[in-house]
């Protein structure tokens, strides 16, 4: 059982070494206000929307087009809408544009 043991601890790896389970960060939470956003542009019955950045945790509009981009692409809830930069604004529609 030694052997073994000692085997692991004396074994060389290139790209990383070992470490126990405890050691291993936890992921990243996700923000929900971006979620609650783009629920709030779907529920609101309109096809058009223009984001007020002030009431999400960034207002730096790159972030918050990617933030929301990655949402509509990884929810399904969310497919059917199109996020879109301009002049430092963002704004919702729903459809996919051609």
């Not at 936890?26 to 002030?54: A, H, I, T």
Request: glycine share 6%.
């Amino acid at each position: 059982m030694e052997g073994i043991a000692l085997e692991k601890i004396s074994k060389k790896f290139r790209y990383g070494v070992p470490i126990e389970s405890n050691e291993v960060p936890k992921p990243r939470k996700r923000l929900p206000q971006y979620d609650e956003c783009l629920r709030e542009f779907v529920d609101s019955g309109y096809d058009n929307w223009k984001v007020d950045m002030s009431t999400l945790p960034s207002q730096k509009p790159r972030v918050v087009l990617s933030s929301l981009k990655w949402r509509i692409k990884n929810k399904s809830e969310f497919g059917d809408i199109q996020a879109i930069m301009n002049n430092k604004e963002i704004y919702l529609t729903k459809g996919k544009q051609p």
